[in-house]
């Protein structure tokens, strides 16, 4: 079994690797190391960055992830910087942005790919739209990434990410298997073979 190092401690985004990876003979493990994100509102540029910085230290094939949150309504805010927007104003500070606007957004998901072949990372990229909803709803689960998978309602869904059963999650990310990240990832790696 070949191994694949994730530059992450998120137990959620290395079992829905691994779930991606599935039937490759390929294990990702988790790469727990503190890398500083370049400031930028584009999650490529920050995968991109923390992928090469995971595969200098490591020197094995490693993959990096970055999100965004976009909310059009408001210019795209939080955009790459969740994280940021999650430790001040929280999920209910982005509610009461939103409250009397249009509640679309989107997720961007940007996956980097690095090994000793490569001079420069191989990127993956999803969308995910959906809406707002008016208030957190669910419980976090392991397969839930993070605090907005509580107000965040896939386009075609009624549920929030965090009111979905696993089950019910793997059936929406597969009718969005072609623009997911991780099957354009897997699809790719079949082809390296």
Avoid at 33 to 42: K, N, Q, Y
Avoid at 120 to 130: D, L, Q, R, T
Avoid at 163 to 170: D, H, P, R, V, Y
Wanted: overall charge negative; glycine content about 6%.
């Amino acid at each position: 079994m070949k191994t694949l190092y994730f530059a992450t401690t998120n137990q959620g985004k290395i079992a829905s690797m691994n779930r991606d990876l599935a039937g490759l003979d390929i294990e990702v493990l988790p790469v727990d190391m503190d890398i500083p994100e370049p400031r930028s509102e584009e999650t490529r540029e920050i995968a991109g960055h923390k992928v090469r910085v995971a595969f200098e230290k490591i020197q094995k094939p490693c993959v990096a992830q970055d999100g965004g949150f976009y909310i059009p309504a408001l210019n795209g805010f939080p955009k790459a910087f969740v994280n940021f927007a999650m430790e001040t104003i929280g999920v209910d500070g982005i509610l009461k942005l939103v409250e009397n606007k249009d509640r679309a957004c989107e997720f961007r998901d940007t996956l980097a790919y690095l090994d000793a072949e490569r001079n420069e990372p191989v990127f993956f990229e999803a969308i995910n739209k959906g809406t707002l909803a008016t208030e957190p709803r669910g419980e976090m689960h392991s397969y839930n990434w993070g605090p907005l998978h509580k107000v965040f309602i896939p386009d075609g869904q009624t549920k929030t990410l965090c009111e979905m059963t696993e089950e019910e999650m793997q059936a929406w990310l597969k009718t969005r298997a072609n623009d997911w990240y991780g099957k354009q990832f897997a699809d790719w790696l079949k082809l390296q073979a």
